[in-house]
């Protein structure tokens, strides 16, 4: 078979990851190593969620992979189909299963476009979907009478992902209709085979309740919407809704929520869910809800990013014995050293394997708590940045076991939160055996510093590494060039070092490839 025989079984059956592994054990065998492999790592991790055992290296190995994407893609891209019409823009992107998956289209001039030019992009993105393993698609300033016609097309029945945004300044105020999105997907009988669905619109009672009733809906595992009008009568009929028994994934975010409403939500189990975010949007008595809540009993997955949250609050997440977490994000939700000191004694933690504390205010104490915590054995990701880190905060980490099983760890700081003369005696307290991708972008590390840390032994086994604003110069940069093994290294981020000269950094293109060096 040929590369293009595999792909046309690929995209008439794009559900089915059979042919995509033959596709790739055919790779292999023909001189393809690197797409065989990111088509395995994919349709592997397509079948995991974070309590899986094998979820993080697998996630791990994505991301380096996606840093290295060849610019000849193993399919043409079709982009062109749609530009070429003049009425709207297009574009594949988010690589799933070994291929782009979601088509992103926007329309030059919302308020002109006509019936028959709607007709049109949907016949070019019919053909853009059927020559391709494209599933999602990804509308951006459509009116809601648009999306009528556009949901009507038999391509529609394809798509699996849809994520609908839609900007105020297009609304016409004197027609209510234009701003209920929500109901127009709700009723749309060509999107049944939707899995994940994002509405970055309006919603009121009515509508979430239109949409979490709708038939058409029977097969969604993941939403994610904007709750704009929606009142706790609203959340109560969304948590007794088909789709919240049937729900794997749910994000609700940037309107503030009260406890009245986390109550409502939370007023049955959610037996399937198993991720859960709601970042910028809990008032302290939501979060208490949340934390005291008994809802989500097979939860793995967590993120509260700014959520600003008091000692009462973490108290209370930290007592919850119902989750079973394997990923926490507490980032720039005000924690200090006391509230990371609750955490390490929390069972909350005991199978975390990825934590997020950015952007956060905790000092040496809670971090060395932290790292002495015998919970957080399981942890294999860490991310610490700007936290305002200084060399003693970096021995009270080395303190304890919890580096020593790290495979990522994120050190980052900002010009303005550093208070460290010198990075290099940071670096000498860094203990990291098992490090695959390193951040310490910001920490003034200097030549010295540069010296220290590829002289660790654990320096050879990095993938990627972020040294970026710290200040290492040229001497600090030809001391990597001296020391780096670029089979190893994925990926390097250089960025904002000053006085590395123009030959220093073309040698780094020259030894490394555009694609793993970062220089600007």
């Given amino acids: 078979m040929s590369h293009e025989a595999f792909q046309e079984a690929i995209f008439q059956e794009p559900d089915d990851d059979a042919v995509r592994l033959i596709y790739a054990d ?5 001189g393809e190593p690197f797409w065989a492999e990111f088509i395995r790592v994919q349709c592997e ?8 055992e094998d979820f993080v290296r697998l996630k791990e190995r994505e991301e380096e992979m996606q840093m290295l994407l060849p610019d000849q893609e193993l399919a043409p891209p079709l982009e062109h189909m749609v530009d070429e019409l003049d009425l709207a823009s297009g574009y594949s992107h988010s ?3 070994g291929f782009p998956s979601t088509f992103y289209l926007e329309p030059y001039e919302p308020d002109a476009l006509t019936e028959a030019e709607l007709h049109q992009i949907c016949e070019r993105l019919e053909t853009v979907i059927v020559q391709s393993a494209i599933q999602g698609l990804e509308l951006e300033d459509f009116q809601a009478k648009q999306l009528e016609i556009l949901f009507q097309h ?3 029945k394809r798509v699996n992902d849809l994520t609908v945004q839609w900007w105020d300044e297009w609304v016409d105020e004197e027609d209510d209709s234009l701003a209920d ?9 060509n999107l049944s085979r939707l899995r994940s669905l994002k509405l970055e619109t309006m919603f009121t009672d009515d509508t979430l309740q239109a949409l979490t009733h709708s038939p058409h809906m029977k097969n969604l595992e ?3 919407f904007t709750p704009s009008d929606v009142t706790p009568e609203g959340f109560e009929i969304f948590a007794t809704s088909p ?3 049937r729900l794997r994934s749910l994000t609700c975010g940037y309107t503030r929520l009260s406890g009245e409403q986390l109550e409502a939500l939370t007023t049955v189990v959610w037996p399937q869910l198993y991720s859960l975010e709601m970042d910028w949007n809990l008032t302290p008595e939501a979060l208490q809800v949340l934390a005291k809540s008994q809802a989500f009993p097979n939860l793995v997955s967590l993120e509260l990013r700014s959520n600003q949250m008091g000692l009462s609050e973490v108290e209370a997440l930290c007592q919850n014995e119902c989750w079973q977490l394997r990923s926490l994000d507490l980032s720039y939700c005000e924690l200090r050293s006391r509230d990371a000191r609750l955490l390490a004694r929390s069972p909350l933690v005991e199978q975390l394997r990825s934590l997020s504390l950015s952007s956060n205010r905790i000092g040496s104490q809670g971090l060395e708590a932290l790292s002495k915590s015998p919970l957080l054995r399981e942890l294999r990701q860490l991310d610490l940045s700007f936290n305002e880190l200084t060399a003693g905060k970096a021995q009270a980490l080395n303190r304890g076991e919890m580096l020593q099983n790290l495979t990522s760890l994120d050190l980052s700081l900002r010009d303005e939160d550093s208070s460290m003369p ?3 005696e940071f670096i000498k307290a860094l203990e990291l055996p098992c490090i695959r991708h390193l951040s310490l972008s910001g920490i003034p590390l200097g030549a010295r510093g540069v010296q220290v840390l590829v002289k660790k032994d654990w320096f050879h086994n990095l993938r990627v590494l972020n040294l970026s604003w710290c200040r290492i110069g040229k001497a600090g940069a030809e001391v990597l060039l001296e020391a780096i093994d670029s089979a190893n290294l994925v990926r390097l981020y250089l960025n904002s070092n000053p006085n590395i000269p123009v030959k220093v950094r073309d040698r780094f293109r020259e030894q490394f490839g555009e694609k793993r060096v970062s220089l600007d």
């Fill in 26 to 30: 055919w790779l292999d065998e023909n």
């Fill in 45 to 52: 991790l397509a079948t995991l969620t974070p309590a899986s």
């Fill in 95 to 97: 690589y799933r299963r």
């Fill in 154 to 156: 038999r391509v529609m």
């Fill in 181 to 189: 999105h929500a109901a127009v997907v709700a009723s749309a009988t």
């Fill in 222 to 224: 993941s939403f994610e």
């Fill in 243 to 245: 789709m919240a028994k």
């Fill in 422 to 424: 010198d990075g290099m």
